[in-house]
């Protein structure tokens, strides 16, 4: 508990362009976020059938999991709304490099400044790229950075756009995909160590 409590006193104004105020639990499983304006009706209005929804595509969608919503009420400020979801980063290692993208499927104002060649430096790993940030450096490195079979491509494009007309028929437009590359470096000894 008091780990969180730090948590939340280290936290600011989210990144998103909402301007909601979030936090991730100490062991990172969660993301704490404040809800604005309607966002709570909205919510509890499509929550009946956001889970047959997620019953139709057996559990695969890419929506972040939500685990709860809760309004604080206190005598030190007006009642608060807050929504616990998943942390859909899942990372090998907390103390990983890694570099986060918020992926819209556009190029308008979807760039991040950061130095050019970024990803040779070492980053603030908890600034979000964007797209224009992912497309440069894709162009710089000549490569691609996703190696997806056909299989994988079919099934990822069918769950990106199941989820994007379930948000459709509920208004909802504003939808992105995260994607998270994270260096794992081997520990050599250990691998050394069980050969043996």
Same mark, same amino acid.
């Given at each position: 508990m008091e780990l969180n409590r730090e948590r939340v006193f280290k936290a600011g104004e989210g990144a998103g362009a909402s301007g909601s105020f979030f936090f991730f639990s100490h062991d990172g499983r969660f993301l704490i976020k404040t809800l604005r304006g309607n966002e709570k009706d909205i919510l509890l209005n499509m929550l009946d059938d956001f889970i047959k929804y997620l019953e139709s595509v057996d559990n695969k969608s890419l929506i972040a999991k939500i685990y709860g919503c809760f309004t604080i009420k206190t005598n030190m400020f007006v009642p608060l709304d807050v929504i616990v979801m998943e942390n859909t980063a /899942? @990372? @090998? $290692?907390s103390l990983s490099d890694k570099m986060s993208f918020d992926l819209k499927g556009s190029t308008f104002n979807r760039k991040q400044k950061v130095p050019n060649k970024f990803w040779d430096k070492k980053l603030d790993s908890s600034k979000v790229l964007k797209d224009q940030n992912f497309i440069a450096m894709v162009n710089e490195l000549e490569s691609r950075m996703l =190696? +997806?079979?056909?299989?994988?491509c079919m099934?990822? @494009?069918?769950? +990106? &756009? !199941?989820? $994007? /007309?379930?948000? !459709? =028929?509920? &208004?909802?437009?504003?939808y992105s995909l995260l994607m998270v590359i994270e260096s794992c470096i081997e520990d050599v000894s250990s691998k050394? &160590?069980?050969e043996k």
């Open positions: /899942k @990372m @090998m $290692s =190696s +997806l079979d056909c299989d994988q099934e990822l @494009m069918y769950i +990106l &756009n !199941a989820d $994007s /007309k379930f948000l !459709a =028929s509920r &208004n909802l437009m504003d050394v &160590n069980e």
